[in-house]
């Protein structure tokens, strides 16, 4: 239905800060959807770790809350995150798709298709 290109990814130190970009097709359908910003760490489950509804409200993961900071332009189709004080543990490939409110926060969902993802990696 959507075609998701997610782009900002790179190495940084920790500390450090990135800006991930998700770029949509298919106006109505990101217009009038909740999204997320989805992420898998090597050996673990893809999880849910930021949320924004069509209004622009928001919900984070514990592990993320106070450092990152999700947004969109649905003008552009368009949705950001904000990453700052970057740790370790932040290393992973970061996916953007749909987040209705029925995917809870730290599950992967349920979703028939997903965009290539960008490599987000903290180290020294």
């Known amino acids: 239905q959507v075609q998701l290109v997610e782009s900002g990814g790179g190495l940084v130190q920790p500390g450090g800060s990135l800006r991930l970009s998700c770029a949509a097709s298919?106006?109505?359908?990101?217009?009038?959807?909740?999204m997320g910003w989805y992420r898998q760490a090597p050996g673990k489950q893809r999880e849910l770790v930021a949320r924004i509804t069509t209004g622009g409200t928001t919900k984070y993961a514990d592990s993320v809350k106070g450092r990152f900071t999700i947004s969109r332009d649905n003008a552009k189709n368009t949705m950001y995150l904000r990453m700052t004080s970057l740790q370790p543990e932040d290393t992973a490939v970061y996916y953007c798709n749909t987040a209705p409110q029925t995917i809870a926060i730290g599950t992967p969902g349920q979703h028939d298709s997903w965009g290539q993802g960008t490599q987000v990696t903290v180290s020294s």
């Open positions: 298919g106006s109505i359908t990101f217009r009038f959807s909740a």
